[in-house]
């Protein structure tokens, strides 16, 4: 158990259309982050929030993503008028240990753009 | 640019050996970095760290060695088991910063 739940774990869709993922973490984090993942490739980082706060976005984050996280709890991921590119594993993380820089991921959700 | 990266993208070793995998890095401010062990349908998750002021650390049956020389992180595996088998990621972050920047991956294989 990593204390980081994220849903769907698999989610399928059509391109043009919108979906939202939602990560929840098991324990109050100040810092929530959001990574992507290609196959075959690491985690490239998107956005990270601390509390409300969104603090940083990547290039990578274009004007069809946008993150929230409204209560300084969950978060959520929309990415509007999806493109195949878009397909991807979606990675929600929190930091812990002794200065929290260790991450502690989700299981992600896996998005496939038909 | 920032970069980690992996020399080699697959690895298979037979149960029982020893593993090593390798990584280089390119960002000289790095100062903390971490392995983590990715199994088929996970998230990321953390095996161990290490500081820049450190040349080894050793936790359960893993090692990490740095260089900070020559910008080389590996990772040894004692007496490598099935349970092994995963894609290992290296990754790098700067002490008070935010972002940890991961490299490619290497996919071990352990042959019973």
């Known amino acids: 158990d990593t204390g980081v739940s994220q849903n769907p774990r698999h989610k399928i869709t059509k391109r043009g259309q919108n979906v939202t993922f939602r990560c929840d973490p098991i324990s109050e984090h100040n810092r929530l982050y959001w990574y992507r993942q290609t196959l075959g490739q690491g985690p490239e980082f998107l956005t990270y929030f601390q509390n409300e706060a969104q603090l940083e976005k990547s290039r990578l984050l274009s004007d069809r993503f946008s993150a929230e996280r409204p209560k300084g709890s969950f978060s959520t991921l929309e990415i509007q008028r999806t493109e195949q590119g878009d397909s991807a594993m979606y990675l929600c993380?929190?930091?812990?240990?002794?200065?929290?820089?260790?991450?502690?991921f989700g299981s992600g959700t896996q998005l496939s753009v038909l | 640019g920032e970069s980690v990266g992996l020399h080699l993208p697959t690895l298979s070793v037979q149960e029982g050996d020893n593993s090593i995998i390798n990584c280089a890095y390119s960002?000289?401010?790095?100062?903390?970095f971490i392995w983590y062990k990715q199994e088929s349908g996970k998230g990321p998750q953390f095996i161990i760290d290490?500081?820049?002021?450190?040349d080894k650390r050793q936790g359960q049956r893993v090692t990490v060695l740095l260089n900070k020389t020559v910008k080389h992180l590996s990772l040894q595996i004692a007496a490598t088991q099935p349970g092994d088998s995963a894609v290992y990621f290296c990754a790098e972050k700067e002490t008070g910063g935010f972002k940890t920047i991961f490299g490619a991956g290497t996919r071990l294989f352990v042959k019973a």
């Open positions: 290490i500081r820049s002021n450190m």
């Open positions: 993380a929190t930091p812990g240990g002794q200065a929290n820089e260790k991450l502690f």
């Open positions: 960002n000289s401010a790095s100062d903390y």
